[in-house]
């Protein structure tokens, strides 16, 4: 198997400035999207230049009065195309999403949505790792063998997106320790974590989650994995694992008990 070629060091600052902020009415709930656009920097051309922020306009997330916010649910978000517009089952991407919109719209906070198709590598690229995927390789080795790092994504826009809606702190919204390592490289106040697991997977991305744990570390998923595992890998059973969170340590984007399950 190809090694990964090297990723390491702290992601590019990439500011992003502010362009417009209108209704996002959606099937889920009545949200605001906040448009940005980043003017330079970018050194993958697979990375798009127009981040934007999804929230609640009832549960504003910002900071007013010269006092910065602290402590918002943040989920950072990756766009992911064929999940989201042409409705693939092969990850959990649009169910994340959802969960997201679903948390914020109950509990306040933000989505802050990336142009990262393919964890970074782009759509076309993101289709010829698929279609080794279909040959027997794992979403990690078709990376490889196409040459990218196992997650080419990159977070520099965040701190100044963060900075213009006078968020000081925030609580990571994400399984994924290697998203909390990124950031808070880059300076971001990250003082909890709130886990985002699907209620269910299915047959065409059972691997995929698999991957995501076993090989990139991803928490929080065993209960899922278990659950389909005990329904012969077909059919899987609610875990409602997205929870609000109580404490978590440094070292990872581990579940914890309580709240209420979206």
Known sequence: CPQAPSHMGTDPVLPAKYVADTRLPTDVG????RAYRIVDGIDNDNLGTEPCVIYCADKVPFGSDGKLKEGVPVRVHDQCMTS???RSQRCDCKEQLKLAMEYIREYGGAIIYLQQEGRGIGLANKVAAYAMQDAGC???DANRRLGFPDDARQYGAVPSILADMNIGSIKL???NPRKMERLRALGVN????VPVVIPQANPHNMQYLETKHARMNHQNLDSLLDSSTTNNESKSKSNHA???RRHV???GASASSGGVSL
């Open 30 to 33: 009545q949200f605001r999207l």
């Open 84 to 86: 989201e517009v042409f």
């Open 138 to 140: 794992d979403t990690v």
């Open 173 to 175: 919204m994400s399984n």
């Open 190 to 193: 990250i003082v909890d974590t």
């Open 242 to 244: 997205m929870l609000p």
């Open 249 to 251: 340590s440094r070292g």
